[in-house]
């Protein structure tokens, strides 16, 4: 089979002889790439600060790497904020980007002195304001065009614009500081423009702040969005930087251009992981079925959730050259819905057999994380770093 276009034969035989010491399944991550990325990041955005979304991959040493090279991190519960600060990272570094959470976790984040908290209701930020006193808050605003996004993240957060300004005036009321406004455009977003439309929002929340409430925002957080390598193509990465900078500065003059967040997850480890697996079975339904089942060691459960409704495709590949034919990809345990492709026709070579190797190229963001406890007893995705 041809190898993804992405990967280069030097790359290939790196990994691979790293992955080839080990027993499937499992996930090899290279730091190297997400080392390059992160620093590919910061210099096609170099006015903004970076706050790696640690569910993506909350490894140890990723995080450590990501703390080493001077980033910032966006948590969402206790548990993450712990894994962070276990690795020196200051608490001015950190931001407490879930707007759902516990009272008692805000008074934890508090304690710990982050004071940067994502919101969308009012409830909750009158918790804040309760056990987190004095501390920055910004808006998650709701914003359109989610359709461009392979895993959307939309409706579930944010509010309205109209909210979000009744938010940071009653957020004043309450002695926090309103800080700014976020969005989030949707993971995987191949569609551009959404960034154009979602800044232009914010512009206007903006200067009704400032014309009603007398309220200067600071800040704009533009989430995460930026894409991996997977099956169905993006723009190049230097288009994105070129756009949205585009779309700042015309909505922004240069001088009061707010400070800038961004808070990749995918972008960043998605490339950097290949998933090793294992084919434990390859059948047909019926002597005449045109299609092969795969069943392979990897399924939803084990790492490939975001395959749910196909949703986002990988780059799958086997050492076998040849013919290849449709085949239906699934996983191992005992559940209907742990199949991963079958509308999205994958081929596979003919000479594809049991015990082959099969390669998930960039699975290195929302695998491990995802990836469940004991499922029909499997354990969960092992990861290893090179
Ligand atoms: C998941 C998430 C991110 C990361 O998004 P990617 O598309 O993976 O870059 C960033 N910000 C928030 C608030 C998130 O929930």
Redesign the pocket.
Known sequence: MQLPEHISSAQWQRFKAAADKLQPPFLLTDLGIIREKYLELQQGFDYASIFY?V??NPDDAVIELLAGLGSNF?IASTYELDKVLKFGVEPHRISY?NTIKKRSDIAYFHKHGIDLFATDSEADLRNIAEFAPGARIYIRILTEGSEGADWP?SRKFGCNPEMAIELAALAKELGLEPYGISF?VG??QRDIDVWDGAIAKVKVVFERLLAEHDIQLKMINM????PANYIQKTNEFHTYCEAITRFLQEDFAEEDVPRIIL?????LVGDAGVIVSEVVLVSRKSSTALERWVYTDVGKFSGLIETLDEAIKYPVYAERDGEEEEVILAGPTCDSMDIMYENHKYTLPLSLDIGDRLYWFSTG?YTTSYSSVEFNGFPPLKQYIV
């Open positions: 979304a569910k993506a966006d980007g993240l989030h993971s995987q989430g995460g969005g930026f808070e990749p997850g995918r972008s963001a």
